[in-house]
């Protein structure tokens, strides 16, 4: 460990110390003995591997987690520079090396407080750490964990996640760990339009899809992409911000211009309209998905839901009425007879 500074809060002094990822992985490396990273067995890729198998450990003669244990940060840079090198048409030199920057750019950080008692969160310090410090009544000192992003490393996770992405248009993983990148940097825009060239990449490939580790996916193009797209949107609902609401509605549009026959799509198109508070368009894109799907329950009562609160009374009663007498959820027919109820029908 190397010190990396001091700072103030109150009465209590802090030291702060940088955890070294390199000399934890030397320190356990030390212990046992082994090979030079140059020397490490490269062969090709391995034709249909089982997921029952360590395709790693067969290709390179340990496994990743042996890679990363024996080996310190250098040596694994070596390791992926010339894998990269002797397999630049292999997918997972270069996913690999995307993820191990990603895993990388977040520095592990150890902060030490000598408080009197209590718990509290420090204020920023010089290296821009936060760490929550504890100690007992006796004034022990406490050690808590936190970690701060190394743009560097960022920079060049995303970079190999880009190059993979023009070189394996057909590896579907890519898109969902860029997405999930972006998403975690608050990014929005920069993640519907991962999944905007997701749109046109694998449904423009001649190459049948992947996902981790070669394997081959079955499921069709318009299911993988719809799969992506809702599960992102999900996770832009759950943030509150006028750019996720935004990011939202987008990525609720690109579903609907290229998947416009799935209910699924226009039904996230309502939930993002009725987000924010367009009503009429959120009215619109139900009805659209009613008539791909018309016996699907959730489209129904959202139909009838907007029908109601745009006073069309008699297309809600319609709807609330076949809720009532077609849906296996008794919330949504309790909801039904709720608004009946109050439009005066019984």
Not at 143 to 165: H, I, K, W
Not at 306 to 331: M, P, Q, T, V
């Amino acid at each position: 460990m190397t010190l990396n500074g001091r700072s103030q809060c109150g009465t209590a002094s802090f030291i702060v110390l940088l955890i070294s990822v390199q000399g934890i992985m030397l320190t356990t490396a030390s212990t046992k003995e082994k090979i030079s990273v140059d020397a490490l067995p490269m062969k090709p890729v391995i034709s249909n591997p089982r997921p029952e198998l360590d395709w790693f450990k067969a290709r390179f003669g340990l496994t990743w987690d042996e890679l990363a244990e024996k080996y310190n940060i250098e040596e694994v840079d070596r390791f992926l520079l010339r894998w990269r090198i002797t397999f630049p048409d292999d997918p997972e030199a270069w996913i690999s090396s995307a993820n191990w920057n990603w895993q990388q750019s977040e520095q592990p950080m150890i902060y030490m407080s000598t408080t009197e008692g209590g718990a509290y969160i420090t204020g920023e310090g010089k290296d821009g750490s936060v760490g929550l410090h504890r100690s007992d009544e006796r004034g022990n000192e406490f050690f808590s964990v936190g970690s701060r992003t190394d743009p560097a490393r960022l920079s060049e996770a995303l970079g190999f996640f880009q190059n993979a992405q023009q070189r394996f248009p057909y590896r579907v993983d890519i898109y969902e760990q860029l997405a999930s990148i972006y998403l975690t940097l608050e990014q929005y825009e920069k993640a519907v339009e991962t999944l905007r060239l997701m749109s046109r990449s694998i449904m423009e490939t001649k190459h049948s899809l992947q996902g981790v580790n070669y394997k081959t996916v079955h499921d069709s193009r318009e299911k993988v992409l719809l799969s992506l797209c809702h599960r992102v949107s999900v996770d832009l609902f759950q943030v509150e911000s006028k750019a996720a609401e935004d990011a939202q509605l987008e990525l609720a549009l690109l579903m609907t211009r290229t998947l416009p026959n799935n209910a699924i799509a226009w039904n996230n198109l309502v939930a993002a309209y009725d987000r924010v508070g367009n009503k009429t368009a959120a009215y619109q894109a139900a009805q659209k998905a009613y008539q791909i799907d018309p016996k699907d329950e959730i489209i129904v009562v959202n139909l009838a839901k907007y029908c109601f609160e745009l006073g069309f009374r008699e297309e809600a009663i319609r709807h609330y009425r076949w809720i009532i007498n077609n849906s296996k959820r008794s919330d949504l027919k309790e909801r039904a007879r709720a608004d009946l109820e109050l439009l005066g029908v019984k």
